[in-house]
């Protein structure tokens, strides 16, 4: 068995295989949803067409949820794919548990030219080698660090990786930051934090958007905040928390998610990770309902911080701008 190559660098619950296969059994202690009257249904959908997509934002950036963690984000003259993931399945083989709930908005087909594909970890639920290779070869591959050699040799072609903090150019005025977070990687049975995780900080156009991947709640978000806020828009996870006695050292729940915003210092955010896959215990509407909760339990607007259907988009300009 390898070692660890990868780790968080505070202090967390550990949980290992057992305790997930113990979880999938039904053999550990059953946590009750804390919303039982939210519905079970996916998310919302929304069609959005091949002309749309080929419209580049004259300013600042347009934003559109693409389901799960997967966003499809255009301004300063590139088109980014983070965490791609059009397959039916988000497993290695048809698992049904594990089957799309809701399509995505549009086809690959539909898409405009990619010009990079930023990936924060290689779990199949945010990497997704199929979808990879329909994109072809003309978009740049970045991923988190460790993943670099494994995925060129999938896909036959180059594969550029970056460590927490480091940057790298996507053109003249996009710089791309790979940021911590709290998560970790397999994906296999034997190859567990071989590689790292990560969000994605991008900067350009008079904005800053930030990924955040993957993550539980952690401190690296109040120190990304000190360090880069304010940011102009988070993409948030919200889903995927329960049981937290499995999710808590992986996964955010709403409230956390909240925290994360604050703490960041984002100004505008989109949640996501949820309503797309039944991952995990809670009923599928449930982080929606309880992130307008903990909006208005903080006193933040609630259209500030928003979870919307499959297919929505964003317009995220300069504050001097938007203001």
Known sequence: MPHERFSNPWPHDVNGVMDILRWKLGLSRKEHALMPEAGNEAAAWLRVGADELAQMPGSGWRVIWLGHASFLV???GLNLLIDPVFADYCSPVPVPFLRRKVPTPCGIEDLPRIDAVLLTHSHYDHLDLGTLRELGDKPQI???EGHGAWLAKKLSRP???LRWGQSLLLNDEVKLTATPAQHFTARTPFDRNQAHWCGWLIEGAGCKLWHV???AYCPAFRELGQAHGP???GMIPIGAYQPRSIMKSIHMNPEEAVQA???ARCVRAAGMH????ALTDEPMQEPVLRLRREMERRGLP???FTAQAVGHAWRVLPREVAG
């Open 159 to 161: 594969v550029k990786e």
């Open 274 to 277: 949820w309503g797309t896959f």
């Open 231 to 233: 940011i102009d828009f």
């Open 74 to 76: 255009q301004g300063a």
């Open 142 to 144: 970045v991923i988190a």
């Open 213 to 215: 991947g993957d993550s």
């Open 261 to 263: 915003f604050e703490e």
């Open 302 to 304: 609630e259209d500030v």
